[in-house]
């Protein structure tokens, strides 16, 4: 039965949430150090499916106690359609990161800097590489066609390498991931690549701000409403394959030198902050990343907005993604503004369902691009080339019907 009373209280309950500026919960900040300590704890010693029993207890029991809490984000009421960009200066400068370690580039990270170069107009594309190993090359030393039709592509939408002599480490001493990385042949493990890849992010989001995107991440409106509004900015997952709610670490913004990366980076000095920080690991790539800055966002929801229109893309038979390309589905792609399609090109799972009909490549996503390379100021000759030559890869992947393609006749 319903008391009106308890509708009005619910009702300025509800409106008192709305209008609370993000205030840290000191109860929330409590469940997150103790569940950080017993992450700590269990030595990080596992890779993402082969954890110690330990460290699985410790993210149940973090999964239970954290997702009926209140989250921190909000719906805001800004879209990329709406904002209007005030005089003042960004908070988030409007440049763009990747990172690529080393070897040719291939055209899904192609795909994924021209996207953002024709949406979002950034002023400065940086392509991060890592140290490179005796015999590896860059990207901008290709070594096969596919390699190089890549490159021509990043070229003309403006990527700049940024080759780093060292990967970076927290606190300046041992880099977290030492025991992995001496464990030799598991170095070039998906897993340490992701993991070495974060640092990296992590680090130059730090130094620098901007916008980083992984290479199946896939900006396809602009993302300004957040950079005026907020320092750092996080995806958020919906539920991943746990069914645990985690932050998207394939996309996040910030301002340079943010508190809330500071903090994620080594702890700023900090003793209270050292447990969710990189100085400590949680059992690599995704703990450290995904669940370990989703906990300090919880922990600090002052300093960070954490973003579903940031779309960790659910896989096939995940929330909207189940029962195919739904029409929940569409509506959830036309929402987002990046679509990160973890697992594109390489997860059958993935490649299946970008070849469903309706295409979401072809209903939502190339649309968005062959509007917005369209729009002013035109696009360099040699950047529409590229897009042109994606449009067409999409199309002989089937990740999208040869229509959707065909609406860039206009500029073709
Ligand atoms: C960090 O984790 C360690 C290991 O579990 C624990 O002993 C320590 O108290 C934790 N620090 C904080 C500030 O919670
Ligand atoms: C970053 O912030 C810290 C503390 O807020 C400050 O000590 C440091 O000088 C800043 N660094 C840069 C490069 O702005
Ligand atoms: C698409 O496939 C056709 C036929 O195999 C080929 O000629 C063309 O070069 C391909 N285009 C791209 C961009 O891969």
Request: aromatic fraction near 10%.
């Given at each position: 039965?319903?008391?009106?009373?308890?509708a009005?209280?619910?009702a300025?309950l509800?409106?008192?949430?709305?209008?609370?500026?993000?205030?840290p919960?000191?109860?929330v900040?409590?469940?997150?150090?103790?569940?950080?300590?017993?992450?700590?704890?269990?030595?990080?010693?596992?890779?993402?499916?082969?954890?110690?029993?330990?460290?699985k207890e410790?993210?149940?029991?973090?999964?239970?106690?954290?997702?009926?809490?209140?989250?921190?984000?909000r719906?805001?009421?800004?879209?990329?359609?709406?904002?209007?960009?005030?005089?003042?200066?960004?908070?988030?400068?409007n440049?763009?990161h990747?990172?690529?370690?080393?070897?040719?580039?291939?055209?899904?990270?192609?795909?994924?800097?021209?996207?953002?170069?024709?949406?979002?107009?950034p002023?400065?594309?940086?392509?991060?590489?890592?140290?490179?190993?005796?015999?590896a090359?860059?990207?901008t030393?290709?070594?096969?066609?596919?390699?190089?039709?890549?490159?021509?592509?990043?070229?003309?939408a403006?990527?700049?390498?940024?080759?780093?002599?060292?990967?970076?480490?927290?606190?300046g001493?041992?880099?977290?991931?030492?025991?992995?990385?001496?464990?030799?042949?598991?170095v070039?493990?998906k897993q340490?690549?992701?993991?070495?890849?974060?640092?990296?992010?992590?680090?130059?989001?730090?130094?620098?701000?901007?916008?980083?995107l992984?290479?199946?991440?896939?900006?396809?409106?602009?993302?300004?409403?957040?950079?005026?509004?907020h320092?750092?900015?996080?995806?958020?997952?919906?539920s991943?394959?746990?069914r645990?709610?985690v932050?998207?670490?394939?996309?996040?913004?910030?301002r340079p030198?943010?508190?809330?990366?500071?903090?994620?980076?080594?702890?700023?000095?900090r003793?209270?902050?050292?447990?969710?920080?990189?100085l400590?690991?949680?059992?690599?790539?995704?703990?450290?990343s995904?669940?370990?800055?989703?906990?300090?966002?919880?922990?600090?929801?002052?300093?960070?907005h954490l973003?579903?229109?940031?779309l960790?893309?659910?896989?096939?038979?995940?929330?909207?993604a189940r029962?195919?390309?739904?029409r929940a589905?569409?509506?959830?792609t036309?929402?987002?503004?990046?679509?990160?399609?973890?697992?594109?090109?390489?997860?059958?799972?993935?490649?299946?369902q970008?070849?469903?009909?309706?295409?979401?490549?072809?209903?939502?996503?190339?649309?968005?691009?062959l509007r917005?390379?369209?729009?002013?100021?035109?696009?360099?000759?040699?950047?529409?080339?590229c897009?042109?030559?994606?449009?067409?890869t999409?199309?002989?992947?089937?990740?999208?019907?040869?229509?959707?393609?065909?609406?860039?006749?206009g500029?073709?």
């Amino acid at each position: 039965m319903t008391r009106p009373w308890m509708a009005v209280r619910l009702a300025t309950l509800l409106a008192a949430a709305a209008q609370e500026p993000h205030v840290p919960d000191p109860e929330v900040g409590r469940i997150v150090d103790a569940v950080a300590a017993q992450f700590v704890a269990a030595g990080g010693r596992g890779f993402e499916g082969w954890e110690p029993k330990r460290l699985k207890e410790a993210a149940r029991a973090y999964h239970a106690r954290i997702t009926p809490l209140a989250m921190p984000w909000r719906r805001g009421a800004d879209t990329a359609d709406t904002f209007v960009r005030p005089a003042a200066p960004p908070r988030v400068p409007n440049i763009a990161h990747w990172a690529w370690r080393d070897g040719d580039a291939d055209w899904t990270l192609a795909l994924s800097v021209a996207m953002a170069a024709v949406v979002q107009r950034p002023e400065a594309l940086y392509l991060h590489t890592g140290p490179l190993a005796a015999g590896a090359t860059a990207y901008t030393e290709p070594q096969t066609p596919a390699g190089r039709a890549a490159l021509r592509c990043l070229r003309a939408a403006g990527a700049q390498e940024v080759r780093h002599a060292a990967d970076p480490a927290p606190g300046g001493g041992r880099h977290p991931w030492a025991e992995v990385l001496g464990r030799g042949r598991r170095v070039r493990s998906k897993q340490t690549f992701a993991h070495l890849s974060d640092v990296t992010r992590l680090k130059t989001i730090l130094d620098m701000g901007g916008i980083y995107l992984d290479r199946d991440a896939f900006l396809h409106r602009r993302v300004d409403h957040y950079r005026w509004r907020h320092d750092a900015v996080l995806g958020l997952e919906p539920s991943n394959f746990e069914r645990d709610r985690v932050a998207n670490f394939g996309c996040l913004m910030a301002r340079p030198n943010s508190t809330f990366f500071q903090l994620f980076w080594d702890g700023a000095g900090r003793a209270a902050y050292a447990n969710t920080s990189y100085l400590r690991t949680w059992g690599g790539w995704a703990h450290d990343s995904c669940r370990k800055s989703y906990a300090l966002a919880m922990k600090r929801p002052d300093l960070v907005h954490l973003e579903a229109r940031l779309l960790q893309y659910p896989f096939p038979g995940h929330g909207a993604a189940r029962g195919g390309v739904t029409r929940a589905l569409l509506d959830l792609t036309r929402r987002s503004e990046v679509c990160h399609m973890s697992g594109f090109k390489w997860n059958g799972g993935r490649t299946h369902q970008l070849r469903m009909r309706p295409s979401i490549f072809g209903e939502v996503l190339w649309p968005n691009v062959l509007r917005a390379a369209a729009a002013e100021p035109p696009l360099p000759p040699e950047l529409l080339r590229c897009v042109r030559w994606l449009g067409d890869t999409l199309v002989n992947e089937s990740y999208m019907p040869e229509a959707a393609n065909a609406a860039a006749q206009g500029w073709r």
